[in-house]
């Protein structure tokens, strides 16, 4: 398994599509994320918003922490995405969004306890999670890196 900087590198260097980041933030940025969504998120989570805030490719970003603005109210925003899918779709506390498409496509990190660090789909129609896409977002990131390069 790759770390996050180097899958970072290897997206950049060898992406076939344009890659587009949202900007490396302050941990204090991640603190104030965490307490907004009274969420503790994964470690390699905080370590990719904390070295490229979030992005990837173009059209397919992972959502993040925009212009070092926790807070931020763009699509995009985990803080903004979540609240939208808790608003919208009875998203559950326990989840935040790391992926958001069209009002169609969910992807969150689970934070619950027994199943800490998932990234899982959840499903915006029948308001449930319906599979596991990765046991973390290393790998979840890794598969992604591969997909794309």
């Given at each position: 398994m790759s770390d ?58 992972i959502s993040g ?74 790998i979840f990131f ?8």
């Amino acid at each position: 398994m790759s770390d996050i900087n180097s899958l970072i590198k290897r997206l950049n260097d060898e992406a076939q599509d344009e890659v587009y980041w949202l900007g490396a933030c302050d941990a204090s940025q991640i603190n104030i994320l965490e307490n907004k969504l009274k969420l503790s998120l994964p470690y390699e989570l905080k370590e990719f918003i904390l070295l490229v805030g979030g992005g990837g490719i173009v059209g397919e970003e992972i959502s993040g922490i925009v212009d070092n603005d926790a807070l931020a109210e763009s699509g995009g925003a985990i803080h903004y995405d979540t609240y939208q899918c808790r608003n919208e779709y009875a998203l559950p506390s326990d989840m935040a969004v790391i992926y958001f498409k069209d009002d169609d496509v969910c992807w969150c990190v689970d934070c619950r306890k027994d199943t800490y660090g998932q990234i899982v789909n959840y499903d915006l129609f029948s308001k449930k999670i319906s599979n596991i896409l990765a046991p973390s977002f290393s790998i979840f990131f890794e598969e992604y890196v591969n997909l794309h390069t």
